[in-house]
């Protein structure tokens, strides 16, 4: 019980936190970073078990490959724009009103991680399609249907 409480508190800590300094500025970015590679690793996992779970169809005119594409391009959609969202209208707010160019700055960290995420994924998702071709993730990418 004292474990939890004592977790319980730090995570009150941290999101109470009020960024004043140029410092505390760079901890956020760092930690925002890392967010952003989270959030890559989890789309690029999720479009794979997505692709995975949509079965092959054996009819004459299959849609599962477009299925899978429609699925890879949503997460790839959402992705980047829900972290920008979180960023901007959450994250954002644990920076001091009065510090214009703290804010300045974190700005252009969430459009450089929200863009990084963007390109990261379909990067990497046009590579793995392309190392597995004989999976139904490689089928993302594949320009036969």
């Keep these: 019980m ?5 977790h319980l508190s730090s995570l009150t ?22 967010w952003a590679v989270v959030i ?19 009819s004459a005119n ?9 699925a890879f391009w949503g997460l790839g959609v959402a992705a980047p724009v829900l972290f920008f969202l979180v960023e ?3 994250v954002k707010s644990f920076i001091a009103a009065s510090k214009e160019m703290l804010h300045t700055d974190f700005m252009r960290t ?8 963007l390109v990261l994924y379909i990067g990497l998702g046009f ?5 597995f071709s004989q999976t ?10």
Aim: hydrophobic share 45%.
């Design 2 to 6: 004292q474990l939890l409480t004592t």
């Design 13 to 34: 800590i941290l999101l109470a936190r009020i960024i004043k300094t140029p410092r505390q500025l760079e901890e956020l970015i760092t930690e925002t970073w890392l």
């Design 40 to 58: 890559l690793v989890v789309a690029l996992l999720a479009s794979w078990i997505v692709a995975s779970s949509i079965s092959y169809s054996g």
């Design 62 to 70: 299959p849609q599962d490959g477009k299925q899978r594409r429609t």
């Design 88 to 90: 901007f209208l959450y």
């Design 110 to 117: 969430i459009i450089y991680t929200t863009f990084m995420i």
């Design 127 to 131: 590579v793995l399609s392309k190392m």
């Design 136 to 145: 139904k993730y490689g089928t993302i990418f594949n320009s036969k249907d």
